[in-house]
């Protein structure tokens, strides 16, 4: 049984920084490429980053394009979200996500594999 857990986020004032983690479990992780999604109030689900099953490819949605990092631990089965200069509008739920394969997906119909999210509120 494959499951993504999701954790780090909360409430942080604009300007401030969150690190999410995304543990995985029951998929050959090194094999993944890793998503990070957020949906906010209201809204659609929406690429933010992806990470190829080798690290050495990343792709970011255009607005946080310099101001998040993905990153992976192959030997943890742990993919993270650095997010730095967060603004009011990167409030949303965040959800990791596993697609299977090589590539940078940025659809979320490439991706098998959801956690449950972990809320991110950022404050003026």
């Known amino acids: 049984q494959v499951q993504l857990v999701e954790s780090g986020g909360g409430l942080v004032q604009a300007g401030g920084s969150l690190r999410l983690s995304c543990a995985a479990s029951g998929l050959t992780f090194s094999t993944y490429a890793m998503g990070w999604f957020h949906q906010a109030p209201g809204k659609e689900r929406e690429f933010v980053a992806v990470i190829s099953w080798s690290g050495r490819s990343t792709y970011y949605a255009d607005s946080v394009k310099g101001r998040f990092t993905i990153s992976r631990d192959n030997g943890k089965n742990t993919v993270y979200l650095q997010m730095n200069s967060l603004k009011t509008e990167d409030t949303a739920v965040y959800y990791c996500?596993?697609?299977?394969?090589?590539?940078?997906?940025?659809?979320?119909?490439?991706?098998?594999?959801w956690g449950q999210g972990t809320q991110v509120t950022v404050s003026s």
């Open positions: 996500a596993a697609a299977a394969g090589v590539g940078v997906p940025q659809v979320s119909s490439r991706y098998q594999h």
